[in-house]
Structure formats: structure tokens, C-alpha cells
């Protein structure tokens, strides 16, 4: 569904109004209440066998740029998930990032995730090339703001 509402394939998810086109952080949350988080969850689907590759290449080149966007209080916290055990089903991704941003005009500005990047790498060819790798190994990726509630023990 969210491939019809214009799903960007960027770090940043924009949400298209169908009528309209244009991009809307607030069509994806409309129920969120004020002042919370914006959630953007990234699931990935990958080469059968290359979850530990592309982990590696995501702890090496954009953990340190997510957790530079932390230091700068655009992103709240961020959590990263796989399944424990793979049942084959298609459905089911291979990693799952979720991300909290501040706000939804912080999650859609317009300043490039990699815009920390020349001052984290020493060689920034190097790091190019290796983002390009690790997006050769996603078959397929899905964004999709969700909202999350914590349920009280009692």
C-alpha cells in the first residue's frame, strides 16, 4: 500500500496524499498524539544467506551516521530486530530498523542522512562503495510509519 502513496526509498519515508500527490508526514500518523515521536519502521528483505554481511556493513557505515543524528536530538532512540529463527516465510523480513524521530518535520527535512559523513570516515570511497554493496544485498525494502504503544504490567 505504501508503495502507491509514493514511499521514497531514501532514509526518509514521504507519504503521498492520493488525491493529491503531495508528500505528508501527517497522513502516516493522523491519530499520533502532540509532541509524539514520529516511528518509521525499515523492514529488509535479503539475499538468502547475507543477514550477517549486511549487518556488518550497516554497523560499519550507518549505525555511526543514525547515532550521530541522536547526538543531535533528531532522533529519540532507534532499535534493531531480526527473527531468531527463520520459519521461510516470504512474508517475514530478515532485519527490522525502527526509528523515532523527534518530530515528523525533523524526519522529512531536507538534510541529507549523509551530510555527517565526511567527518565520521576517513575514506569516504570507501564508504560509498561498501553502502552500495550492502544495498545490492536487499532483494526488498519496506518503510512504514507505525505507531507504538506501551502496554502498563498491571
Known amino acids: 500500500m505504501l508503495a502507491r502513496l509514493g ?3 531514501e532514509d526518509h519515508v514521504f507519504c503521498r496524499s492520493r488525491s493529491t ?3 505528508s508526514p501527517a497522513i502516516a500518523q493522523r491519530d499520533a498524539p502532540v ?3 514520529y516511528i518509521l519502521e525499515h523492514s529488509y528483505w535479503l539475499q538468502p544467506g547475507e543477514t550477517e554481511h549486511f549487518l556488518a556493513l550497516f554497523n560499519r557505515n550507518k549505525l555511526p551516521l543514525l547515532k550521530r543524528e541522536i547526538t ?3 532522533i529519540l532512540w532507534m532499535r534493531i530486530a531480526r527473527p531468531r529463527f527463520r520459519s521461510g516465510d516470504p512474508a517475514q523480513p530478515d532485519v527490522r ?4 524521530w523527534a518530530s515528523p518535520n525533523i524526519a522529512f527535512d531536507d538534510l541529507p542522512p549523509a551530510r555527517n559523513a565526511s567527518a565520521l570516515y576517513k575514506d569516504p570511497a570507501l564508504r560509498e562503495r561498501e ?3 550492502r544495498e545490492k544485498l536487499v ?3 519496506s518503510d512504514m510509519p507505525v505507531q507504538e504503544v506501551l502496554i502498563d504490567r498491571e
Request: proline share 5%; glycine share 14%.
Open 7 to 9: 514511499v521514497s526509498h
Open 21 to 23: 500527490g503531495i508528500a
Open 35 to 37: 509532541g509524539a515521536p
Open 72 to 74: 543531535q536530538h533528531r
Open 97 to 100: 530498523l525502527t526509528i523515532a
Open 131 to 133: 553502502e552500495g554493496l
Open 139 to 141: 532483494l526488498r525494502r
